[in-house]
C-alpha cells in the first residue's frame, strides 16, 4: 500500500489516452483509488473538496477574464485594435508579424485565455500576412507563439488556477510574471525583424503604393481604438499592481469595463451580449469541472500519502536541487504533450511545491519556470496544441510541415527565457519586491 498512490498517475494517463474526458477521468481514478484507502469516508473528503473549490473568491476571476476576453472579440473592439497597431509597424521589416505579437500581448493582458488569443489574432492576421506573401512557415510560428503569450502575459487564467494549488499569492505570480512574458515578446519580435531583414522575401515591408494614413490620422486611430483598451488593460493590471484591487475585483471592473468600450463603440447589443455570456458559461464551466476533479484527485494523492512517498523516492535517489527542478521540469514538458494544462497544474504542482520548498527555491519563481515550459510544450512537435488550433483557422494553403516548421524557432526562443530565468531569478523576483515588498 506503501507505493499504491503512485499508481494513480500511470492509470489516469491510461484513461486519458482512450480519448476519456479529462474531468471525468479525474474523478474516476480519484473515486477507485480513494475508496482501497479510505473507504467509505472518501465520500466526505470529496464534499469538503466540493465546498473548498465553490468556496474560492478568487475564482469568481475566471468568468469575469472570459467574459471582457469574449466581449473584445464579439463587439468588434480586437479588431479595431489590430488596425491601430498594423499602421504603425508595417513599414518594419516582419513589420505585419511583429504588429502580431504587439497584439498578441493586448489581447493576451485583455482575456488571458489560452487559445483566445491565437484563434483571434489569428483569423484577423493571416488574411493580410498571406496577401503581402509572407512565408508561410513564419506565419504559422508568429501566430502559434504568439498565441501562446496568454499563459505568460498576465491575467492569465492560468494563473489564477496556479495560484491556489501552489499556496502562493496570484498578485505576486502576476506581478513577477511580467518581465519573463515581456522578455519572451521582444525575443519574438527581434527574431522576426531580424529574420526579415536578413531574408525580406520572407516578410516584405508594405509596400508604398499602398495607402498610408497621414501622422494625424494615424494619431487619432490610435487614440479612438488603442487608447481606450490600453487604459482598461492598465486600469485591470495596476490595480491589482498597485494593490488596491484583488484580482477578482480588477476582473469585474475589466468586465464592466469591456461592456462599456462597446457601447461607447455602438457595437453592444443583445445578440453581442448573449453570444459573450454564453462562451463564458462554456468556458467557465469547463475549467472549474476539471478544477473540482483535479482537486478530488490530488487530494486523494496526498491523504494516500503521494506526497511523503515522492519526497523520500527523490532523497534517495540522491539528486542534486538543480538536478530535481530540472527532472520537474521535464516531466511538466513531457506531459504536456498529452495533457491539457489545467490537468498539469492539478497532477503535478501539489506534488512538486513540496519539494521544491524543501530544497530552498523560491515557490513563486518555480511557479513562472512551470508556465513557461507548459507553453514550450504547448508549441512543440507532435502534438502541438498551439498547431491544431492554427489548423482550425488556417487556409489551406498553409500545410501541417509549414506549421511544424514555423514554430521551432519560436520553441528555441522559449527556451531561452527558461534558461534567463532559472540564470536570474530576479526576473521573476524583483518586481512583486520593489511593489509589494514580498
Same mark, same amino acid.
Given at each position: 500500500?506503501?507505493?499504491?498512490?503512485?499508481?494513480? *498517475?500511470?492509470?489516469?494517463?491510461?484513461?486519458? =489516452?482512450?480519448?476519456?474526458?479529462?474531468?471525468?477521468?479525474?474523478?474516476?481514478?480519484?473515486?477507485?483509488?480513494?475508496?482501497?484507502?479510505?473507504?467509505?469516508?472518501?465520500?466526505?473528503? /470529496?464534499?469538503?473538496?466540493?465546498?473548498?473549490?465553490?468556496?474560492?473568491?478568487? =475564482?469568481?476571476?475566471?468568468?469575469?477574464?472570459?467574459?471582457?476576453?469574449?466581449?473584445?472579440?464579439?463587439?468588434?473592439?480586437?479588431?479595431?485594435?489590430?488596425?491601430?497597431?498594423?499602421?504603425?509597424?508595417?513599414?518594419?521589416?516582419?513589420?505585419?508579424?511583429?504588429?502580431?505579437?504587439?497584439?498578441?500581448?493586448?489581447?493576451?493582458?485583455?482575456?488571458?485565455?489560452?487559445?483566445?488569443?491565437?484563434?483571434?489574432?489569428? @483569423?484577423? %492576421?493571416?488574411?493580410?500576412?498571406?496577401?503581402? $506573401?509572407?512565408?508561410? +512557415?513564419?506565419?504559422?510560428?508568429?501566430?502559434?507563439?504568439?498565441?501562446?503569450?496568454?499563459?505568460?502575459?498576465?491575467?492569465?487564467? !492560468?494563473?489564477?488556477?496556479?495560484?491556489?494549488?501552489?499556496?502562493?499569492? !496570484?498578485? $505576486? @505570480? /502576476?506581478?513577477?510574471?511580467?518581465?519573463?512574458?515581456?522578455?519572451?515578446?521582444?525575443?519574438?519580435?527581434?527574431?522576426?525583424?531580424?529574420?526579415?531583414?536578413?531574408?525580406?522575401?520572407?516578410?516584405?515591408?508594405?509596400?508604398?503604393?499602398?495607402?498610408?494614413?497621414?501622422? $494625424?490620422?494615424?494619431?487619432?486611430?490610435?487614440?479612438?481604438?488603442?487608447?481606450?483598451?490600453?487604459?482598461?488593460?492598465?486600469?485591470?493590471?495596476?490595480?491589482?499592481?498597485?494593490?488596491?484591487?484583488?484580482?477578482?475585483? %480588477?476582473?469585474?471592473?475589466? #468586465?464592466?469595463?469591456?461592456?462599456?468600450?462597446?457601447?461607447?463603440?455602438?457595437?453592444?447589443?443583445?445578440?453581442?451580449?448573449?453570444?459573450?455570456?454564453? $462562451?463564458?458559461?462554456?468556458?467557465?464551466?469547463?475549467?472549474?469541472?476539471?478544477? =473540482?476533479?483535479?482537486?478530488?484527485?490530488?487530494?486523494?494523492?496526498?491523504?494516500?500519502?503521494?506526497?511523503?512517498?515522492?519526497?523520500?523516492?527523490?532523497?534517495?535517489?540522491?539528486?542534486?536541487?538543480?538536478?530535481?527542478?530540472?527532472?520537474? @521540469?521535464?516531466?511538466?514538458?513531457?506531459?504536456?504533450? #498529452?495533457?491539457?494544462?489545467?490537468?498539469?497544474? =492539478?497532477? *503535478?504542482?501539489?506534488?512538486?511545491?513540496?519539494?521544491?520548498?524543501?530544497? +530552498? /527555491?523560491?515557490?513563486?519563481?518555480?511557479?513562472?519556470?512551470?508556465?513557461?515550459?507548459?507553453?514550450?510544450?504547448?508549441?512543440?512537435?507532435?502534438?502541438?496544441?498551439?498547431? *491544431?488550433?492554427?489548423?482550425?483557422?488556417?487556409?489551406?494553403?498553409?500545410?501541417?510541415?509549414?506549421? *511544424?516548421?514555423?514554430?521551432?524557432?519560436?520553441?528555441?526562443?522559449?527556451?531561452?527565457?527558461?534558461?534567463?530565468?532559472?540564470?536570474?531569478?530576479?526576473?521573476?523576483?524583483?518586481?512583486?519586491?520593489?511593489?509589494?515588498?514580498?
Amino acid at each position: 500500500m506503501e507505493y499504491l498512490a503512485l499508481w494513480m *498517475f500511470p492509470v489516469l494517463l491510461v484513461i486519458l =489516452l482512450t480519448g476519456f474526458p479529462i474531468a471525468f477521468s479525474l474523478m474516476g481514478v480519484a473515486t477507485i483509488f480513494g475508496y482501497i484507502t479510505f473507504g467509505d469516508a472518501v465520500v466526505y473528503q /470529496f464534499i469538503d473538496k466540493i465546498d473548498e473549490v465553490a468556496g474560492n473568491f478568487v =475564482l469568481a476571476a475566471v468568468p469575469l477574464f472570459v467574459f471582457m476576453g469574449t466581449m473584445l472579440e464579439k463587439s468588434g473592439i480586437a479588431e479595431r485594435l489590430f488596425d491601430a497597431v498594423h499602421i504603425w509597424t508595417r513599414r518594419l521589416p516582419g513589420g505585419l508579424g511583429v504588429g502580431t505579437i504587439f497584439m498578441c500581448v493586448i489581447f493576451a493582458a485583455s482575456t488571458g485565455v489560452i487559445g483566445a488569443t491565437e484563434t483571434v489574432v489569428g @483569423l484577423l %492576421a493571416i488574411p493580410v500576412m498571406m496577401k503581402h $506573401n509572407y512565408n508561410k +512557415g513564419l506565419i504559422s510560428g508568429t501566430i502559434c507563439a504568439g498565441g501562446s503569450l496568454g499563459t505568460i502575459i498576465p491575467p492569465s487564467v !492560468v494563473v489564477i488556477i496556479m495560484g491556489p494549488i501552489a499556496d502562493v499569492s !496570484v498578485g $505576486n @505570480l /502576476f506581478i513577477g510574471m511580467i518581465i519573463p512574458g515581456l522578455t519572451m515578446a521582444t525575443l519574438y519580435i527581434v527574431y522576426i525583424m531580424g529574420r526579415c531583414y536578413l531574408r525580406p522575401q520572407d516578410g516584405s515591408i508594405v509596400s508604398d503604393d499602398e495607402y498610408l494614413p497621414t501622422l $494625424n490620422e494615424r494619431l487619432w486611430i490610435t487614440l479612438t481604438a488603442f487608447l481606450p483598451a490600453a487604459l482598461m488593460i492598465f486600469a485591470v493590471l495596476g490595480s491589482i499592481m498597485m494593490g488596491l484591487a484583488s484580482p477578482t475585483e %480588477a476582473a469585474a471592473m475589466g #468586465a464592466f469595463g469591456a461592456v462599456i468600450l462597446a457601447a461607447i463603440y455602438r457595437t453592444l447589443t443583445w445578440d453581442t451580449l448573449r453570444h459573450a455570456l454564453l $462562451n463564458t458559461v462554456k468556458v467557465t464551466s469547463m475549467i472549474l469541472m476539471i478544477l =473540482l476533479a483535479g482537486s478530488m484527485f490530488s487530494g486523494v494523492f496526498v491523504g494516500a500519502g503521494g506526497t511523503r512517498t515522492t519526497t523520500e523516492l527523490i532523497a534517495a535517489s540522491d539528486l542534486s536541487p538543480w538536478a530535481t527542478l530540472a527532472v520537474f @521540469l521535464i516531466i511538466v514538458f513531457i506531459a504536456g504533450f #498529452a495533457l491539457e494544462w489545467i490537468s498539469i497544474l =492539478l497532477i *503535478f504542482l501539489p506534488v512538486f511545491i513540496p519539494v521544491v520548498t524543501q530544497l +530552498g /527555491f523560491d515557490p513563486v519563481w518555480f511557479c513562472i519556470l512551470f508556465l513557461i515550459v507548459i507553453q514550450t510544450s504547448y508549441l512543440s512537435p507532435p502534438m502541438a496544441p498551439a498547431i *491544431f488550433y492554427l489548423r482550425g483557422i488556417a487556409p489551406p494553403e498553409i500545410t501541417m510541415p509549414d506549421m *511544424f516548421k514555423g514554430v521551432v524557432p519560436f520553441i528555441i526562443l522559449q527556451l531561452l527565457t527558461l534558461a534567463l530565468v532559472m540564470a536570474f531569478p530576479q526576473m521573476v523576483l524583483w518586481l512583486p519586491e520593489k511593489i509589494l515588498g514580498f
